[in-house]
C-alpha cells in the first residue's frame, strides 16, 4: 500500500503518527510510517533539542517530524505573569472547589507548582522551529493551520515539508494558497482541538478543494486498517492518527500515566466530549468527573486561549498526580472505543497495515 | 459493485435512499437501488394507501422499502387535543414572537391550520406498518430501533425484511436480538434524528458488534461514489443516503418547496445544527434565521417528544408557505455541502455508481 505520501516524506506505509512522546514518534518512525512529535509540552527549547538529539539516535535513520502550535498572525502576548493576572478568581475558585470535591489532593508538599503549558504561545512555539529546523527533520506540521510565511520560507530551503491541519475546506485552501505543502483534513471525531464537520464528510470535500496542489491527510477517528483504506477510499493519500497511540507501551516510557492509560482501555466511543475547558478552544477530551464538573450549572464559562490552559495548568499536574481514572484531563477522539489495551506501537502497526491490505483485497473482489 | 445486500433485497447495486418523497423512492428502484419512503408524514393510513398504490405502479417491478418512527415499546399516548394541551403558554408565545420578527406571513386567511405530523406516535406509525404489509414492500426500516416483536413478526411472515437504524453499537446489538435482520448504522454528520458517533467510528464498531450476524448499512455523510466504497471499506454491505435526494428534480414533484431547495444548494458541509427543536429528539437541521432564533437567550428549552413537534407544527406549514429560503426548517446532514444543484435522481444515481467503480479500481491499483 503505496501512495504519493510514501514517496514525498520517503516512508514505506501512508501513515503518520501525531504524538507527544518521543518514544512513540521514533517507534512509528522506525515501523516504516512518520513518527511526529507534539512540541506543545516543551517550554524549555533546550529539552525539545534534548529530546530530538534523542529522535536523531532512535529512529534508525528513518524520517521523522514535529508539530508546533502557532497562529499565523503574532498575537498580543505577555509573559507568563502577564497573562496569570487576567484570569478571574471566580475561575480559580471554581477549578479549587471542584478539585476538592473531586477528592484530588494538592500537590505534595515542597513540590513546586510548574509552569503552564506555553506551546500555545507564538514566541514559545517559533523557538520549537527553530529547534526543529537545527535537526533533520522531515516535516512540520502546525496544529493551529498555516505558519506564518517566513516559517514556511525557512522549512523550504532547508527542504522540509509543511503540513497544516485543517476542519474545513476554506482554511484548507488558505493554507494551500500561502505555501502549505501537506494537508491534514481533521474531523469532528478527532481529539483535540477539532472542529464541527465529520471525517466522512470533511476528507473529500477539502481533497476536491484542493488535492490537485497538496496531498491530503485524513485525521479523527482512524484506528483500524479497515478506517485507512476508507480514507484512502475518501481520496486521502494517507492517515493521520494521534489518539490511537495513547494505548501504548511506548506512551508510558515517556509520560508515567497509568490511571490515564486504564481510564482510556475502559472507554467506549461515546465517552468523550468536545469542550473549551482544556486551551480555550473547542478540543474533544475523554468524559470524565473532571469534564462533567464543567457542565454543572455552578461552572462558569471556559477563558480564551491562552488564559483557559493556564487557569487549569495546576488542576492538570495535580490531576495527573492523583492517578484517578475517573477523574483525567486528556484530549482523545471517539477512537479511543478500538483502543482496549496497552500494546507495543510495532504490533499496532503491523496489525493496522495487514487490515488495510485486506481491506483492499476485499474492495477489489467486490468490482 | 455487488455485496450481500444485493441478493438478500433483490437490488442491482447496494444503495438504499431514505425519502419521504415517493417520486425519488420509485425512481431510486428504478435506477437498481432501494427506495425508501418516509412515512412519518401520513397523518391518514388511506393517503399513505394510496401513495403505495402509485409506489406499485411506478418502480417497474423493483424492490422498494418504507420507514416508520416507532418505538419498540408502547409509551403514554393521548390524542391530538390532549398533547397540544400539554405545550406551555411560554412556548407557543416564543414561536409566534419569533416568526414574527422574521418576517414569516401568517397562514392565508381560510387556509385551516393542518394536523401537527403524528407519525411520531405508535398508533400512528402502526398504522404505516399495516398498509404497507398490504403492498409488496421488500423491507421496513424503522428510525427508532428495533419495532415491537408483533411487528417484526408480521413482517418475516410474509417475506420483508426488517431494517433499524442504530447510533451505537449496544442499539445495533439489542436490535439484532430483537429479530432484525439489517442495522443502519447513523453517524453523527447524518440529518434528522442523530447520535453522538461519527460515521468513521460507528461504521467499523457496529460491523464488529453484529456484522457477522446482520448486513451493516452505513449512513451519514454520504453523497459521493469515493464515500460508498469508503462505507464498504469500513465493513458495510451499502450505503444508505437520505439527505443527498432532497436536491433532486423528484423530491420537488413531491413538496414543491422551491425556497427549502435553493437553500440546501446554496448551504456549505458547516450550515447544520444538531438541535431538538424539531421533534424533542436532537435531530440535525439545516441552520438559517429559524434555527439560530432557538439559541438566542430568550430562547425556551425545547419540549421533550411528541411535544415539540406539535409545538411547531403550525409554524413549520408558516414557514413552508412564506418560501423565504432564509427561514427554513428543514432536516439534512453535512452532506448539503455536496448538493449544489438541484438534479435527476437517474443522473445522481449514475455518477454514484460510477464514482464509487472508479474508487475501488483506484484502490485496487494500491496494492
Known amino acids: ?34 513518527g511526529v512529535l507534539g512540541c506543545v509540552r516543551f517550554n524549555d527549547a533546550a529539552e525539545l533539542d534534548a529530546v530530538l538529539d534523542w529522535m536523531d539516535r532512535n529512529t534508525g535513520d528513518r524520517p521523522y517530524g514535529v508539530d508546533v502550535v502557532m497562529p499565523s498572525t ?83 530551503e532547508r527542504g522540509v515539508q509543511v503540513a497544516a491541519l485543517a476542519g474545513k475546506a476554506e482554511h484548507a485552501r488558505r493554507h494551500v494558497e500561502q505555501g502549505v505543502d501537506l494537508v491534514v483534513a481533521q474531523g469532528h471525531e478527532a481529539g483535540g482541538h477539532t472542529g464541527e464537520i465529520a471525517t466522512m464528510v470533511l476528507v473529500p470535500e477539502i481533497v476536491d478543494a484542493v488535492g490537485d496542489r497538496a496531498p491530503v491527510l485524513a485525521a479523527g477517528g482512524i484506528g483500524s486498517g479497515r478506517q485507512i483504506a476508507a480514507a484512502l477510499a475518501l481520496g486521502a493519500s494517507g492517515a493521520w492518527m494521534g489518539s490511537y497511540w495513547l494505548a501504548t507501551r511506548e506512551y508510558a516510557q515517556t509520560t508515567g500515566g497509568s490511571a490515564m492509560q486504564r481510564a482510556l482501555v475502559a472507554a467506549g466511543s461515546d465517552d468523550t466530549v468536545r469542550t473549551r475547558i482544556y486551551t480555550g478552544k473547542p478540543a474533544r477530551l475523554l468524559k470524565t468527573r473532571w469534564t462533567e464538573a464543567w457542565s454543572e450549572p455552578d461552572a462558569p464559562e471556559p477563558l ?59 474492495l477489489g473482489r467486490l468490482r
Open 304 to 362: 480564551p486561549m491562552p488564559l483557559q490552559n493556564i487557569l487549569v495548568s495546576e488542576a492538570h499536574q495535580r490531576i495527573s498526580a492523583a492517578e484517578d481514572p475517573e477523574v483525567v484531563s486528556m484530549p482523545v477522539g471517539q477512537v479511543v472505543g478500538r483502543m482496549n489495551a496497552v500494546r507495543g506501537v510495532e504490533e499496532l502497526m503491523g496489525e493496522l497495515l495487514r487490515e488495510a491490505d485486506d481491506t483492499l483485497a476485499r
Open 1 to 34: 500500500m503505496r501512495t504519493d505520501l510514501c514517496d514525498r516524506l520517503g516512508i514505506e506505509h501512508p501513515m503518520v503518527a501525531f504524538t507527544p512522546s518521543e518514544h512513540v514518534a521514533a517507534a512509528v518512525s522506525r515501523a516504516g510510517g512518520l
Open 74 to 156: 503574532v498575537p498580543t502576548e505577555g509573559s507568563d505573569v502577564d497573562l496569570a493576572a487576567m484570569v478571574p478568581q471566580q475561575h480559580r475558585d471554581f477549578v479549587r472547589r471542584t478539585l476538592d470535591r473531586l477528592g484530588v489532593p494538592e500537590l505534595p508538599a515542597g513540590q513546586e507548582t510548574g509552569d503552564a503549558v506555553l506551546g500555545w504561545l507564538h514566541s514559545v512555539a517559533r523557538s520549537h522551529v527553530d529547534v526543529a529546523l537545527r535537526h533533520p527533520v522531515a516535516l512540520i506540521a502546525n496544529a493551529l493551520g498555516s505558519p506564518p510565511p517566513d516559517v514556511i520560507g525557512r522549512a523550504h
